[in-house]
């Protein structure tokens, strides 16, 4: 679990970044801060498309940009989602996200922090997001993987 330091700064790092998101359809902002083990911060916003299928979440934006840069292992990921006229409101990781997370993460121990603008939280662990989830370990034994 991270201590309440590291979550408050997840927090400010995801809110900073939340205000990069590039939301012209949906005008939704959310923002993400992901701590890899060895202490480093990748930060990421949603990116929205004219045709709507190929916009990018604010989750997936930081975990790609980390994995573009040779990471492999995290420890925790915090998100805020909305704000501009409601700073109480949380948005937890859509499934897709869930399932990115998945196949980088341990699900008994990867941390989620949804936080809100004012800056209160919740944790929960991606097992607790996404219960009897499909990842490599599937895949492991196979002749080709
Ligand atoms: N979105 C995120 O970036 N993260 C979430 O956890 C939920 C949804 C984005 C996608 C889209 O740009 C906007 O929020 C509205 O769905």
Redesign the pocket.
């Known amino acids: 679990m991270a201590d309440k330091e590291t979550a408050v700064m997840l927090i400010r790092e995801a809110q900073k970044a939340r205000e990069m998101?590039y939301?012209p359809?949906?005008h939704?902002?959310?923002g993400?801060a992901l701590l890899t083990e060895e202490g480093r911060v990748y930060t990421g916003?949603?990116?929205?498309n004219a045709a709507y299928g190929p916009?990018?979440?604010?989750?997936?934006?930081a975990f790609f940009k980390a994995v573009s840069e040779g990471e492999r292992s995290f420890r925790a990921i915090a998100?805020v989602?909305a704000g501009d006229t409601d700073q109480e409101k949380y948005?937890?990781?859509?499934g897709i996200?869930r399932q990115v997370m998945a196949e980088f993460c341990r699900p008994e121990e990867f941390e989620i922090i949804i936080a809100n603008m004012a800056g209160e939280y919740y944790t929960r662990t991606l097992g607790e997001l996404l219960p009897d989830g499909f990842g490599p370990a599937n895949l492991a034994g196979r002749p080709d993987v």
Do not use: H
């Open positions: 998101a939301v359809y949906s939704f902002r959310v993400a916003c949603n990116i929205e916009s990018n979440c604010a989750e997936r934006t998100v989602g948005a937890a990781p859509c996200c």
